[in-house]
């Protein structure tokens, strides 16, 4: 291409031209001539812009008429026309008092489609590529898809994928583009070992990373798919894993990556230099800041001298410090730990230290990788904004939140100079994943409904909203059915408030001897207290109807000769839950507590009137980090009074099941000679069970089995004394069983078998349980 060149008047002689020289892969600009003076053209003449339109060519050009401009002005024009990828060669001179431009478009693109594809669709590899129809059709910007499809494809275990291109002429200066693609076969991973690791077995870290080993089920969870970051990932997770398990010199040694291109499969070797196991030394808090006690910070510290030392509990212990210095009126006062080990009895004393710190603020919070969250689902899990202090504490607290909502496979983030010394700017870089579950729950109890089953399904991020919705529905192959639907929005009102409602409605058959039919609905609040700890308030309505359709009126019992005569009978309750939870994981927990307490008060209208308080407590220890032994406790009870009158049968409580294995639901307490249950105004259970990794099963398939005693009474009822009713005193039942639970693809599914010890001739026993919980 040659430069142009023209003089701008007869005085002042200004040499102004520019080029391009193009070569496959790029653009190359340059001015022939320097520019003497200033220059000044009329106007502006576009030619050649036939489709684009004159008007786009003049918006990316930096000259305007009646302002001096330069060569380095021309270049900038040079190059924003290029960038727009509509065309294919740019020429600007000048004539007189006139910019020429003259431009040669390229095609444009007709139609994309995609060929020989069958492991990605053609919706996703549209999100994929740049290049869309009816636009321009670029050998840079399509050589740039080709990467990114295999980029995709790499994503997935097939690294080998070979990507081309065909063209077809449509006329008027249109192309029809196909990429075609040939998958070729997906690369697994035939081995993860470890080496140097003596206080854990290989099958203990495998559970700890996410890239596992290629098995039948592997082209579900994807997780055989080697990737660079990924592995990155993993690294992290075992340095985690072990510095909150004492072990706080543990460093990655290594990470081997080798291709047997022969079989197309990876060979991961991790090695690991664990280091000495410590305890905390002593505790100190130490404060610089004026006002600010040392000492009275220290009930913050969530460790204790001791105590198996645990990076967690220090970043834990530095947010609680850091979050109560903050109230205090410090918003910018930094928390730093400082070790002081003692290699003599392994031991690391804690001194956090805290200080005034540099004053920053934050810029702006940018948020990346997010693909159907929306930004203000992530924004609102952030206790500062735009403006606020900068507060590290409260960054990381933010990160943990996030990571509990299940709705990112990874989060991180990280700060970048703003605009000034003093600002901070805060990227939050996510990747989203599947949130929506099927879940299917079964049974077999020994007559009643036989078989029972219910299915579910559940999304947790609606929308990318962060909604959560669930609709179920289920039954006996005899005589129940049930349906229920739940809707709750976490930020309710723009506050950290999960409101929310629930619909219900069921209805069974009890042996013939009368039709149960049940409806209405729940509305409630969840508010957090602390980060483990929250409260909800919630207002139920309830309609219930007892009918002897099909059946002998006169057969029927008193107590449900009542009910059939009262029916239908309306509920109205009002209830208060706190929850207490430090579980460490939401499926397989190996550490932490769940305790949940509720009140309800029945007796704002309807036809019941009592105070009823119930709760459930479980606590998780590892019994051998080694070996992977978990073991748990749990204790339940409740109890239930009239405050008007005496209580209706459905106002007691019902228990078995899930709550006392080895027995139906409703399968113990008092009961009528025809075998319905009348429930009981009081309730206890407990359990202990262990859990382990399945023998000769590679630990990474998530398989493990279990260990387990239950035992639990139901008694006191008023309507059964009056009746002469069976297991109205304080009978304690007992079962033990072993279970297999299997953290699978489709998500955790549990079969128990257990067998009552200490029952009752009345009782009923359901002897297998089965439940799964589907992620997709």
Do not use: C
């Amino acid at each position: 291409m040659k430069a142009g060149s023209k003089f701008l008047n007869a005085v002042s002689a200004v040499a102004l031209s520019a080029g391009v020289v193009s070569s496959g892969a790029g653009v190359a600009f340059f001015a022939s001539a320097v520019v003497a003076e200033a220059a000044v053209i009329q106007r502006i003449d576009v030619r050649g812009a036939q489709r684009v339109g004159v008007e786009a060519v003049r918006s990316n050009i930096t000259i305007k008429p009646g302002k001096s401009f330069s060569n380095a002005d021309i270049d900038e024009s040079v190059k924003r026309l290029y960038e727009t990828g509509f065309f294919s060669d740019v020429r600007i001179s000048v004539s007189g008092g006139t910019l020429v431009v003259s431009v040669v478009e390229n095609k444009l693109v007709n139609q994309v489609v995609f060929n020989g594809n069958r492991k990605i669709k053609d919706d996703k590899l549209q999100t994929v590529v740049q290049t869309q129809s009816l636009g321009p059709y670029s050998e840079s910007l399509i050589a740039a898809d080709i990467q990114r499809i295999k980029e995709a494809y790499s994503a997935i275990g097939r690294s080998d994928v070979e990507v081309t291109t065909q063209v077809a002429e449509v006329g008027e200066g249109r192309v029809n583009l196909a990429f075609v693609i040939n998958e070729g076969e997906r690369t697994k991973i035939s081995q993860i070992n470890f080496v140097g690791n003596q206080a854990y077995s290989d099958g203990r870290l495998a559970s700890v990373i996410q890239t596992k080993r290629s098995n039948m089920l592997s082209f579900l969870t994807r997780r055989d798919v080697y990737n660079e970051d990924k592995l990155r990932a993993d690294e992290e997770a075992l340095r985690q894993f072990y510095y909150n398990h004492g072990y706080a010199d543990f460093r990655v040694v290594s990470s081997d990556v080798s291709l047997n291109e022969a079989g197309n499969e990876y060979t991961i070797t991790l090695t690991v230099d664990e280091g000495e196991r410590y305890k905390f030394g002593d505790i100190k808090v130490e404060s610089t800041v004026e006002g600010v006690d040392g000492e009275e910070l220290k009930r913050y510290v969530e460790s204790r001298a001791g105590d198996t030392y645990s990076a967690k509990d220090v970043q834990k212990s530095m947010e609680a410090i850091s979050r109560r210095v903050s109230s205090a009126g410090y918003p910018f006062a930094r928390v730093v730990p400082r070790g002081d080990r003692n290699f003599e009895n392994n031991t690391i004393g804690v001194t956090y230290l805290v200080d005034q710190g540099e004053r920053a603020y934050v810029e702006r919070i940018e948020i990346r990788g997010n693909t159907r969250t929306r930004d203000y689902v992530i924004r609102r899990e952030f206790d500062i904004s735009e403006g606020d202090a900068f507060n590290q504490e409260t960054i990381s607290a933010a990160k943990r939140r996030l990571e509990a909502l299940g709705y990112f496979t990874t989060v991180n983030i990280s700060t970048a100079p703003g605009s000034a010394p003093d600002r901070v700017v805060v990227v939050v870089e996510v990747e989203d994943q599947p949130t929506g579950s099927f879940g299917v729950g079964a049974g077999y109890s020994v007559g009643g409904d036989g078989f029972v089953l219910e299915a579910s399904i559940e999304e947790k991020n609606f929308l990318g909203r962060g909604q959560f919705i669930r609709l179920a529905a289920g039954g006996g192959f005899q005589n129940a059915r049930s349906y229920n639907f739940s809707f709750t929005e976490p930020y309710f009102l723009g506050y950290r408030l999960a409101a929310g409602f629930d619909l219900f409605k069921s209805s069974t058959s009890s042996n013939d001897h009368y039709d149960y039919d049940e409806k209405g609905g729940t509305v409630r609040v969840t508010a957090p207290i602390t980060e483990d700890l929250a409260t909800t308030l919630k207002y139920t309505y309830k309609e219930i109807d007892y009918s002897s359709s099909g059946t002998d009126y006169a057969a029927l019992s008193q107590p449900y000769k009542d009910l059939v005569d009262g029916s239908p009978w309306k509920q109205s309750i009002i209830g208060n839950t706190w929850v207490y939870n430090t579980l460490d994981d939401r499926i397989i927990a190996r550490e932490g507590m769940y305790l949940n307490v509720t009140q309800e008060y029945a007796g704002l209208g309807g036809d019941s009137d009592f105070y009823k308080i119930y709760g459930r407590f479980r606590y998780f220890h590892s019994l051998s980090d080694e070996l992977d032994i978990i073991g748990s406790v749990s204790l339940a009870g409740g109890h239930v009074v009239s405050t008007n009158g005496s209580l209706k049968v459905f106002d007691q409580f019902m228990i078995g099941g899930k709550d006392l294995r080895g027995f139906e639901s409703s399968g113990i307490g008092p009961r009528m000679a025809n075998g319905d249950a009348l429930g009981g105004t009081t309730y206890f259970t407990a359990s202990a069970e262990a859990s382990f990794p399945m023998p000769g099963i590679p630990q990474d398939f998530n398989l493990r089995g279990a260990v387990f005693a239950d035992a639990g009474t139901l008694y006191g009822n008023d309507v059964a004394n009056s009746a002469g009713a069976v297991g109205t005193d304080m009978s304690w039942r007992a079962s033990v069983g072993a279970g297999i639970v299997w953290v699978s693809p489709f998500g955790p599914l549990r079969f128990d078998y257990a067998v009552p010890v200490v029952k009752e001739d009345f009782d009923k026993v359901q002897n297998f349980r089965f439940s799964m919980a589907n992620q997709f």
